[in-house]
């Protein structure tokens, strides 16, 4: 998927045991992928391996410094709290110079004040606490000015992530980053409904919209349904589409020999038409964006030919597509055989004999 620049530990695997359910999810991303993965750990312990494995495919401290592979996911619970298990992730982190990436929930009216601008008050408090710890440790470790912060539905007890002003938190705690100086991250694009419908369109297209002309840095949220409890490939591939037309708003409007015009309307007159004028073929891709066949935009006669598909059929498709044509990643031999041995002695550390077999 081009338009999505890295991936997620999204899924718990339950066929390993609870206590190394996050260091397996990691050592899959790592086995079987090939972008950067936004993570994190369940307990302290846990650090020490998935460190060790991205040192196993950097090759070093050093180079895993240098090119980072994860960005941690670290969390404090409001009221402005850090636990022990986030306090340690930061410091170890920041050890490593693994990037992380803070994640304040205010919930607006629940776990914060009502007014969004209350909210937002208590998000800085508690992005700016976790910050003061990483940089105490390790002075200009990496790290991202984040959030999931939202608006608390008290009809249904919930906290929308699709909700207008969940979003309106989240482009404006993205200022106060950036007037920090900070690159920020927010969950934004993504949908509270529970199947992939209309809504799960106009809330994750409305956020990735409102992420981009924002400037948000790093916005998580593809694939994501139902309160960030459900991740599902068809929206997956449906978000690619989204996030590869806020790209192409994002380059904006230019003028590519455009002037002087008039030779390119004496063309038109006489051709009849520019579909193969030279001016056309040279810059059609580069302005037009084209989407897979996820997006539909053949014509009524031609789209009952093809099967009449639904959205997430067409979706289930390029599941389907995407799937068949995996080719396993460049890692070398020895790199594969140091990862899968350690977690293979980790593994053995909860009472595991042995792993889940792994289809490559």
């Known amino acids: 998927l081009n338009n999505i620049a890295s991936q997620s530990t999204a899924m718990i695997p339950s066929d390993v045991h609870e206590l190394v359910s996050d260091s397996y999810r990691l050592y899959l991303s790592l086995l079987l992928c090939e972008k950067p993965v936004v993570t994190g750990t369940f307990t302290i312990e846990a650090f020490e391996i998935m460190k060790d494995f991205q040192i196993a495919v950097r090759g070093s401290g050093k180079e895993l410094a240098e090119k980072p592979l994860t960005v941690f996911s670290c969390c404090p619970t409001a009221p402005i709290k850090w636990s022990d298990v986030t ?11 693994i990037p992380v990436e803070y994640i304040a929930m205010p919930l607006s009216g629940f776990m914060a ?53 969940t979003m309106m938190i989240d482009c404006a705690y993205n200022e106060i980053g950036k007037y920090l100086g900070l690159p920020t991250q927010a969950y934004i694009g993504l949908s509270d409904s529970k199947m992939l419908d209309a809504q799960a369109g106009l809330e994750s297209s409305m956020g990735a919209t409102l992420a981009a002309l924002a400037g948000i840095n790093n ?44 030779p390119r309307f004496e063309e038109l007159l006489k051709e ?58 460049g890692l070398g031999e020895n790199v594969i055989s140091e990862l899968t041995k350690l977690m293979e002695i980790e593994a053995r550390r909860v009472g595991m004999e042995k792993l889940p077999e792994i289809i490559r």
């Open 87 to 97: 306090s340690q992730n930061l410091l170890d982190c920041a050890e490593y110079s």
């Open 113 to 165: 004040p009502v007014t969004l601008v209350g909210t937002l008050i208590q998000h800085t408090a508690e992005t700016l606490s976790g910050l003061v710890i990483s940089q105490l440790a390790n002075p200009g470790t990496p790290v991202l000015y984040g959030g999931s912060p939202a608006v608390f539905d008290i009809r249904y007890e919930t906290t929308p992530m699709g909700a207008i002003g």
């Open 219 to 262: 916005i998580s949220g593809p694939g994501m349904l139902d309160f960030e409890s459900c991740f599902s490939l068809e929206k997956l591939v449906v978000d690619n589409e989204i996030c590869g037309m806020t790209f192409r708003m994002l380059k904006g409007i230019e003028p590519k020999e455009d002037f002087p015009a008039l």
């Open 272 to 329: 009849q038409h520019l579909l193969i004028s030279d001016h056309t073929r040279r810059y059609l891709k580069e302005e037009i964006y084209f989407p897979s066949p996820v997006i539909d935009r053949a014509n009524r006669s031609r789209w009952k030919e093809e099967g009449g598909l639904s959205l997430g059929q067409r979706a289930r498709k390029e599941v389907d597509k995407h799937i068949g044509e995996y080719e396993p990643v």
